[in-house]
Each structure stands twice: as structure tokens, then as C-alpha cells.
């Protein structure tokens, strides 16, 4: 579907990548991985021709269809959440409108071409799925019909994300599009993916979404591009295979050069051994050298200051009241949080974990009630947006070492690289910095001085995966108490011991970390579903009993639950069949890209042509067989 060949890439004199081929099927899953700044999202602009590479191509499948997300949201004009959701075509939008499949009906009558427009866009079925996707993104039917401007950035780029999944491109390219999400509705998304027709190229930094959804990981760094066959964890065993392999080889190699060169120091002046000491050095000379490995992922390490000892209870919300104007989000909120919790808060959008995080960090006041700290609490509170405590006149370096913590220079700058602040970035003025900069350096900031009770609202936003692995170092020291909420799976697992449900003003606890969480909901909702159905049979049963006899009644249901059973099994072995051939070819076709990126395979007697016609009949049988299985899938999920 899209073949990069031998692209390059540099910026004032640094190369970002040299001589990068790529090869992208349909419906592969591929996730984009390596430190900020090394070029993934120049890479996306490349293949989106945004950006023109110094040299190599980029060839699309003819018709094939390209949809991008960005990290920053786009613009919006006057359309309703509805309507940019479903932006098919402004054509597909003026007929729905005159049509008043939109909600609101147009003053203009519809005409003849407006039906034909609407219904080769998919008429009703494209809003029907609209609908369904902005639910799953944690919009309420209610939101349909409001202005998308009215929005804030990170409920924009659901409403853009939603657009692109009802559009259904042949390649879904996705920059970070877990950054604005909250955790319902990531998993969601995770779900959706996982059964998307076509592509996706996909940068991330959650660990958890890409062992979820991808099946290779490209690793940009060192301006290489390194592809790996399988999730996030099993590329981190790959990588760190290889780099071992690779030490030891060069190693090998450098211990026998050693042993080369001390013969030839030893006789190079003695005229019987000069002939052999010549030999050793053109041997030396034809040595296919090995360079030395580049490991630049050695985790940084900081050992953080600890806060002062609070008392058991760390505090207590009694009979608190919390209104927004006539919204009612607590009418009586009670919690009590002991002395080294370390608590997430999670529960659908809009439930009231910010509110609750915001309450238990006495910065939100609420109509009635009590919340009363322990001994010794010392509370600080970290907003996804707080920026307002920095002084924007001051050098980065400067704002941290303006704090209470006795704590060196070398370990206030080594804390910053951790963030993300390396070299003359700590020189820069706090005003000047992005957004996100300004949220990782107030993150940095409290941890320098951490309180002893933390509340934390979607801390790992922003942070790329060794920024992420150093905050959980630092909380895993931390001998305070932790209230948090995040979207960020793998953050969630290694951090949390107890989890608390937010739902409709009530909360439930779950005295255990997230997977505890996880089993017991998945109980719950299983008794509930059994319950459910043990009902509706129930309920059947006593309607036909009148109807028709015991025995009439029994053959006829086992005679229907047999003949669907063999429907089911008959599509179910063809899946098998045809996944079973999918793999295979897609195995081959991973064989040979390896082989189209190894410089040995274009001089060895036209082997390239050979494999590039070899990989151009796998595409087209590929295409073949992924039709017929999206075809026989549909099939078994009607009769089902």
C-alpha cells in the first residue's frame, strides 16, 4: 500500500535519518517509537509530503486513501460536533442538512442530487456510525449539536479523531492520540482499533495501547530506522537481544584486531616475519568493520528528597456537597485516605475525578460539608495545565533551584534531563517554553520538593517513555500518599495499590491495584449479564409456554441452535483458513523486506528484482485474501 525507498532526511547539518526503506501493507499495525526529537513526527510529515525528503521516494497504491491526526487540534468553523464528525464531503453535509438528518432541518428543500449524495456517502448508516464513535469518545447525545469551537483543544481532537474513524482511510497515521483522552475512553479506542480495516502507523508513548493494537515496532534512533516484528514488550526483548549480540561481535572483532596489530608491532622490523606482519595488516584492512554499539538508553537516575512523616489519617471529606450552578456532581461525599495510599481515581468522563482530586487538594470549595487534614499534611496538587505558580521571567535552571529542597546544581540539572531539559535548554526563560514544557517542568519542580500528600491529575501527559519510567522511579521512593488520575495503563499498573470508582457521585473502592480492579469489575459484569439473561429466558419461556408444548418447543430451539452452530463453525474454519494464509504470506513478506534492506542483497546477481516481484504478488495475494476475510467476518457477525 505505501513504499518508502531510501528516503533521507537532515536539518541544519543533522541528519534525522539516512536511507530509510520502508514497506506498509494493509492492515498491518505498526507503532513509531524512539526519543522526542529524533524525527518520528518528520517522518509522518514526509509521508504526508508535508516535507520534502533530500533524496529517496514515497509511492502510494493508486486510490489509496491517507488520514492523519496531530497532536495540536485543528481549527473549526461553524459545524456542530455532529457535523464535523461526519465530514464526509461539504457536499454529504449541505444534503444532510436540507435533508435535516443532522438534527436541526434546514430552511432550503431538499433536491433530487441531495438524496443521491447522501446516500453514496452511506446516508444514514455514516451518521449512525458517527454517533456510535463520539459515544465511544465520551460524548453525550446532548453534545451533538453543539459548535465544535465551543469546545476546548483536547475535546476538538476526540471530535477530529471521531472523523477520521468514520471516514475509514486506508492508512490511519496517528501522532500521540492518546494525549486528550481519558481512560474509558482510551480503552475504547484500543477496542476500536483492534478490529480497524485498514493500516496504522501509529507514535505513542503509552506502552500499554501499543502492546494492545500493534504488531511491529519501527525504533527510530541514532538516524537508523530499526523494524521489529511484534508489541511494545516484545521489542524491548528483540532490542535488547541484538544489542548484546552486537557488543559481543564488535567486541570479538576488537579482540581480534588486538591480536592482528601486537604481531604486527611484534615483527614488522624482522625481515622473516615482515611478509606475514604485511599479511596481518591487509587482513586487518579487509575486515567489514563493526561499529562500535550506540546505547543511549541508560536510565538516569535521582535519588529524590523525602517528604516529612504526616499522621495515619491523611484526610477525611465528610457529607460534602459540590454543585456546578444546577448540576449536582456530590450530594454526599464521603472519604477517608490513610497515610501511604497510593490511590487512582478512575470512572467515565465527566463523573467527577478532577472535581474530587481538586476538593482533596483544597483548591475547589464546595457548598457544604467537612474536609479536615491529618497531623502534618502537607498537600500539593499537580492540574494537567498548571503553569500559574512559574515565574516566566527566569531561566529554567533558576526556577528549580529556587525551592526549599537542599539539593546541588548537578542534581537539579540531572532531574531536568529527565524532563526533557538537557544541555542550553535549561538556559531558556520559562516564557518562552511550549505548553507541555511549562507541565514538565512544574512537574519536575514538585518533585524536587515533593509534600507528603500528592494529588496528581494526568501526570504522564507530555512525557515521552524515559521521562515516564523516571516518574515512576521517583514514586516508587516516594514514602508519602498518592492520589491520582491518569489515562496511562502501564503508569496505572506500576503506581497504584488501591483504586476508587467515580460514577453518578458515588465512589467504590477497590482495595487492590488496577488488574484487582479489573477482575472484579469483569465479575460483576458477568453476574449482571448471566442475571440479565437467566430473566429475558425466563420471561420468553413463560410467553410460548401456552403456545406450544415442552417437547414441540425443545426440538424446535435445538434444531435452530444447530443449524446456527454449523453456520458458525463453517465461517469460523474459513477465518482459520484464511488467517492461517494471511500469516504466512505476511511472514514471507517480513522475511523479505529484511532482506530489501540488507546492502549484500543488491549485489548478489539480481536476488532484488527476484524478491521485489516475490514481494509485489504477496501485496496482491494479501489484498485478495484480506477482502475475503473482512467478508467472511461480516457474514458470522449477522448470524451472531
Known amino acids: 500500500m505505501l513504499s518508502i525507498k531510501s528516503i533521507s532526511k537532515a536539518y541544519a547539518g543533522r541528519t534525522l535519518f539516512s536511507d530509510v526503506s520502508i514497506q506498509i501493507n494493509r492492515r498491518d499495525r505498526i507503532g513509531v517509537v524512539g526519543p522526542n526529537g529524533a524525527g518520528k513526527s518528520t517522518l509522518f510529515s514526509v509521508i504526508l509530503r508535508e516535507i520534502t525528503p533530500d533524496s529517496g521516494e514515497i509511492a502510494f497504491e493508486k486510490g489509496s486513501r491517507v488520514g492523519f491526526l496531530p497532536q495540536e487540534s485543528a481549527p473549526t468553523g461553524d459545524e456542530s460536533v455532529l457535523e464535523l464528525a461526519c465530514s464526509f464531503s461539504p457536499e454529504f453535509i449541505a444534503a444532510a442538512k436540507r435533508l435535516g438528518a443532522l438534527g436541526a432541518n434546514s430552511d432550503e428543500e431538499p433536491t433530487e442530487s441531495d438524496y443521491e449524495v447522501f446516500e453514496a456517502a452511506g446516508g444514514g448508516g455514516l451518521i449512525a456510525k458517527a454517533r456510535q464513535i463520539l459515544n465511544g469518545l465520551s460524548f453525550k447525545d446532548s453534545d451533538f449539536e453543539r459548535p465544535a469551537k465551543e469546545l476546548s483543544g483536547g475535546w476538538i481532537m476526540r471530535v477530529h479523531l471521531a472523523r477520521l474513524l468514520v471516514q475509514e482511510p486506508d492508512l490511519l497515521m496517528l501522532d500521540e492520540p492518546t494525549n486528550h483522552l481519558d481512560l474509558h475512553s482510551l480503552i475504547w479506542l484500543q477496542n476500536y482499533l483492534q478490529n480497524y480495516p485498514g493500516a496504522i502507523l501509529l507514535i505513542s508513548h503509552d506502552r500499554e495501547f501499543l502492546n494492545q493494537l500493534v504488531r511491529h515496532i519501527l525504533e527510530l534512533e541514532n538516524s537508523r530506522f530499526t523494524r521489529y516484528t511484534g508489541n511494545y514488550e516484545q521489542y524491548l526483548i528483540q532490542r535488547e537481544a541484538n544489542e548484546v549480540q552486537w557488543l559481543a561481535a564488535y567486541e570479538n572483532q576488537q579482540k581480534e584486531i588486538d591480536r592482528l596489530m601486537k604481531f604486527v608491532e611484534r615483527f614488522r622490523a624482522k625481515n622473516t616475519k615482515a611478509t606475514q606482519a604485511q599479511s596481518k595488516l591487509k587482513q586487518i584492512e579487509r575486515m567489514e568493520k563493526i561499529e562500535a554499539p550506540i546505547i543511549s538508553r541508560k536510565r538516569m537516575r535521582f535519588s529524590f528528597p523525602q517528604p516529612m512523616r504526616s499522621g495515619q489519617r491523611v484526610i477525611r471529606l465528610k457529607d460534602i456537597v459540590k454543585t456546578y450552578d444546577k448540576l449536582e456532581v456530590y450530594k454526599s461525599l464521603n472519604l477517608e485516605i490513610e497515610k501511604g495510599k497510593r490511590i487512582v481515581l478512575v470512572g467515565p468522563n465527566g463523573a467527577g475525578k478532577s472535581t474530587l482530586l ?150 467504590r473502592h477497590f482495595p487492590g491495584p488496577y488488574q484487582y480492579y479489573l477482575d472484579k469489575t469483569e465479575q460483576d459484569s458477568s453476574r449482571s449479564t448471566e442475571a440479565s439473561f437467566n430473566k429475558d429466558t425466563s420471561i420468553k419461556r413463560n410467553q410460548t409456554k401456552k403456545k406450544e408444548d415442552s417437547k414441540t418447543r425443545k426440538r424446535r430451539e435445538a434444531e435452530a441452535r444447530q443449524a446456527l452452530s454449523k453456520k458458525r463453525k463453517d465461517k469460523k474454519e474459513n477465518i482459520n483458513k484464511l488467517e492461517s494464509k494471511i500469516t504466512k504470506l505476511e511472514t514471507r513478506q517480513s522475511e523479505i523486506n529484511a532482506l530489501l534492506e540488507k546492502p549484500e542483497t543488491y549485489s548478489s546477481g539480481g536476488q532484488a528484482s527476484v524478491l521485489n516481484r516475490e514481494l509485489m504478488e504477496i501485496i496482491d495475494d494479501l489484498e485478495k485474501l484480506n477482502k475475503e476475510w473482512s467478508d467472511v467476518v461480516d457474514a458470522l457477525n449477522a448470524i451472531n
Do not use: W
Open 358 to 507: 481538586k476538593i482533596l487538594a483544597g483548591v475547589l470549595d464546595f457548598n457544604s460539608g467537612e474536609r479536615e487534614l491529618g497531623h502534618n499534611v502537607r498537600t500539593g496538587y499537580f492540574a494537567q495545565h498548571r503553569t500559574e505558580t512559574l515565574q516566566l521571567n527566569r531561566t529554567v535552571l533558576d526556577e528549580m533551584l529556587d525551592s526549599t529542597a537542599t539539593i546541588t546544581e548537578e542534581s537539579v540539572r540531572t532531574l531536568l534531563g529527565c524532563f526533557l531539559f538537557s544541555e542550553d535548554d535549561v538556559f531558556k526563560k520559562v516564557g518562552v517554553l511550549s505548553g507541555g514544557e511549562k507541565s514538565r517542568l512544574a512537574m519536575a519542580k514538585l518533585l524536587l520538593d515533593p509534600p507528603n500528600f500528592l494529588l496528581l491529575d494526568e501526570p504522564t501527559t507530555h512525557l515521552d517513555m524515559a521521562s515516564i519510567d523516571t516518574l515512576i522511579e521517583a514514586i516508587s521512593q516516594y514514602s508519602g500518599t498518592l492520589v491520582f488520575i491518569s489515562h496511562d495503563v502501564h503508569f496505572i499498573r506500576k503506581t497504584a495499590n488501591s483504586v476508587i470508582h467515580v460514577e453518578s457521585g458515588e465512589l
